[in-house]
């Protein structure tokens, strides 16, 4: 994601003056004043209900170095207070305190994006904590009269090469052999799965089964507990299941068959994309 940001720049030099609205923004010092950068989404993209963040990451152009010193780590931190783009040196929120990731950037990667990873903070802002977006500074952010680090990355005002927000995110309903799950037998009943990392349930409960050498067939009674409430057919909204229409082969709140395997266009966003519904409901994108 490209667009619907807030950025600013603070400068320790100019304390009472804000830097939004600008496209260009340093970060680093120069002898004893630093520079640091502010960034955040106004909105979080969207992604599907049941969905896994398995990765998200911030990517910065840089259009320049004026650097005595050769390389510097540009740090990112989760920043913890609230802002917008009249901030100032003076007016700064706190941060978290640690280093969430960082880049080493030099003259030599000028003209490049460079990413930093953030999905612990990004995992925080889907999962309902405030989004305070981050700040990128240098580790060291002070020096002499003969030393300086200050580079100079193109933000979110420009039309072109502004910063990039990513997002990775997995299906977590039905089961699949890269997750973990505590199962447990329940005789005729079927067979429970708990995920370990959302606690799902699913239940699989097998109906008929065919041992054959040329096209051997199991058909099973699917729970998902992801699905509670609802029937599985298509359907929109924010916990919408993307499938074919089976509203007259519906099976019960919360159950399919394995044989209800499908693939359907979605558009997320201006991309299309197909999605295979599979026989325990997981989507794959």
């Known amino acids: 994601m490209t ?4 950025d600013a720049y603070v400068d320790e030099g100019a304390p009472n003056t804000s830097n939004g609205n600008t496209t260009l923004s340093p970060v680093g010092y120069l002898e004893e004043n630093a520079f640091r950068y502010y960034w955040k989404l106004s909105s979080l993209p969207y992604i599907p ?10 990517s910065l152009n840089l259009a320049t170095v004026a650097t005595i010193s050769s390389s510097a780590p540009v740090c990112v931190y989760e920043v913890s207070g609230a802002w917008d783009e009249t901030i100032t040196w003076n007016t700064q929120p706190n941060l978290n305190g640690y280093v969430v990731d960082y880049e ?12 930093w990873d953030i999905t612990r903070i990004a995992k925080k802002w889907y999962y309902g904590a405030a989004n305070n977006g981050v700040s990128f500074r240098t580790m060291t952010e002070s020096g002499s009269s003969t030393e300086s680090f200050a580079c100079v990355f193109l933000t979110a005002d420009n039309s072109s090469l502004m910063p990039i ?20 037998s329940i005789g005729r009943a079927g067979t429970g ?18 041992d054959s050498t040329v096209l051997p067939f199991t058909i099973s009674h699917v729970y ?14 924010t916990n919408a299941i993307h499938t074919a229409n089976f509203s007259s082969m519906t099976m ?20 299309l994309y197909y999605v295979y519904n599979d026989s325990d409901g997981t989507e794959h994108y």
């Not at 667009?3 to 807030?6: I, M, Q, S």
């Not at 299906?171 to 199962?183: A, F, I, K």
């Not at 708990?194 to 065919?210: K, M, W």
């Not at 998902?224 to 909204?237: R, V, W």
């Open 252 to 271: 019960g709140y919360g159950w399919k068959l394995s044989v209800q395997e499908t693939v359907v266009p979605v558009t997320i966003g201006d991309e």
């Open 165 to 184: 927000f990513t997002v990775t995110y997995r299906n977590s309903v039905g089961l699949e052999d890269y997750y973990t799950y505590h199962t447990q």
């Open 224 to 237: 998902n507990d992801a699905y509670a409430g609802q029937m599985f057919t298509a359907s929109t909204g």
């Open 49 to 58: 209900q049941n969905s896994i963040i398995t990765s998200s990451s911030i």
């Open 193 to 210: 799965y708990l995920q370990d990392y959302t606690s799902q349930l699913t239940l699989v409960r097998t109906d008929i089964t065919a």
């Open 104 to 115: 080493m950037v030099s003259a030599d990667t000028e003209g490049s994006y460079l990413t």
């Open 3 to 6: 667009g619907a940001a807030v």
